[in-house]
Structure formats: structure tokens, C-alpha cells
């Protein structure tokens, strides 16, 4: 038999590597969507074809949703935020599918789909945590 302690403490680290990742992962997206449009419409057409603002309104949304999943829970200030930031991300994941599909590029979505797999895992995890600890 395992411990539950000790089972209980590894998904704790694995929903918080998880959470790292992502945030990571989308706190780069947000810097990349503030660079120069003609930098990151080489690696990222749409963003050269959509206005200017949209891909900067993004980008601050990214950074919204990075600090959302990690610091509620960081910081123990109101805690409950951080599943709330993951599926907000999920939601706008699967609208980025919706948009790159529309537009011929399903070769792309992918990442969205693995993005959304770790934020529901993440997600899931962080608000059973959130509601194992308000009880």
C-alpha cells in the first residue's frame, strides 16, 4: 500500500511543476506577443494578418492568466483564483482552435490541446487543493 501523505504530497509537486511550466510557457507567449508584429508574424502568421491591438491584448491576457495560475496559490491570497485562471486559459485555448481551424491551420493546435490537458490536470488538482484547504 502507498502512503496517502506521501501520494498526496507527489501530485502536489506535479500540479505544481505542471503550473510552472504553463505559466512559463504562456508568460513567453506574452513577451513574444509584444515584440515587433513583423518579428513574430514569421513564427506566428496570424499574428501579422489580425490588428496590432488584438495580438497585444493577448499577450496581456497570457501574462493575466500565468500570474493567475501561480500566485493566488503562491502567495495564499485568495487561493480560489487559481482554478478560475486555468479555465479561463482553457476556454481561450480552445477558442485559439476554433480560430486556427477557421483558418486552415490545423497543424497548429497542438500546442493548445496539450495546453489544455496540463490546465485541466492543473486545474482539476489546484481546485480540489483550493477546497481541501478551505474546509
Known amino acids: 500500500m502507498t502512503d496517502p501523505q506521501k501520494s ?7 500540479l505544481w511543476i ?3 511550466l504553463l505559466a512559463a510557457f504562456f508568460i513567453m507567449g506574452a513577451v513574444m506577443k509584444f515584440m515587433p508584429i513583423e518579428k ?9 494578418q489580425v490588428p496590432a491591438l488584438v495580438v497585444r ?3 496581456v491576457i497570457d501574462l493575466l492568466g500565468a500570474l ?3 500566485f493566488p ?6 487561493p480560489k483564483l487559481t482554478p478560475w485562471a486555468a479555465i479561463g486559459i482553457i476556454l ?3 477558442c485559439a482552435i476554433v480560430f486556427h481551424v477557421s483558418r486552415g491551420e490545423e497543424s497548429v493546435i497542438g500546442v493548445n490541446l496539450f495546453c489544455i490537458v496540463l490546465y485541466c490536470f492543473g486545474g482539476i488538482c ?3 487543493e483550493v477546497w481541501e484547504d478551505s474546509q
Open 68 to 70: 493567475g495560475l501561480i
Open 126 to 128: 489546484g481546485l480540489g
Open 40 to 48: 513574430i508574424s514569421a513564427k506566428m502568421p496570424w499574428t501579422g
Open 8 to 14: 498526496s504530497k507527489t501530485m502536489n509537486i506535479m
Open 18 to 20: 505542471a503550473q510552472v
Open 73 to 78: 496559490l503562491l502567495l495564499h491570497i485568495k
Open 57 to 59: 491584448i493577448l499577450g
Open 92 to 94: 481561450m485555448m480552445i
